[in-house]
Nanobody
Framework: QVQLTESGGGLVQAGESLILTCVAS??????MGWFRQAPGKERELVAA????????HYADSVKGRFTMSGDRASQTWHLQMDNLKPEDTAAYFC???????????????WGRGTHDTVSS
């Protein structure tokens, strides 16, 4: 069973940066993704990476501002978020599953989430 733990959320001002970290326990041999859900909105896929790292996906709203990276050996993934905007305020969740499943907005394994608030 895979368990995921996120950290790194917080309160920042617009234009600032945050880095989120997800650590997995249990063996992960699939892709990894970051999702977010803002109050009153549906969950959306922010970024995803295949197991090999050769394939990545970013939501249009974060392209050029967010960067996903990972270390398979330590089963740790990061989401570097730069030039944050108030509309990036949300609960952020990491998830692991087949890359194609993540691209469909689904996953079998989820972290509990970490909250980011971006003030204007």
């Amino acid at each position: 069973q895979v368990q995921l733990t996120e950290s790194g959320g917080g309160l920042v001002q617009a234009g600032e940066s945050l880095i989120l970290t997800c650590v997995a326990s249990g063996r992960v041999t699939t892709g990894m993704g970051w999702f977010r859900q803002a109050p009153g909105k549906e969950r959306e896929l922010v970024a995803a990476m295949s197991w090999s790292g050769s394939s990545t996906h970013y939501a249009d709203s974060v392209k050029g501002r967010f960067t996903m990276s990972g270390d398979r050996a330590s089963q740790t993934w990061h989401l570097q978020m730069d030039n944050l905007k108030p509309e990036d305020t949300a609960a952020y969740f990491c998830a692991v599953d087949q890359f194609g499943i993540l691209l469909h907005g689904e996953s079998r394994f989820w972290g509990r989430g970490t909250h980011d608030t971006v003030s204007s």
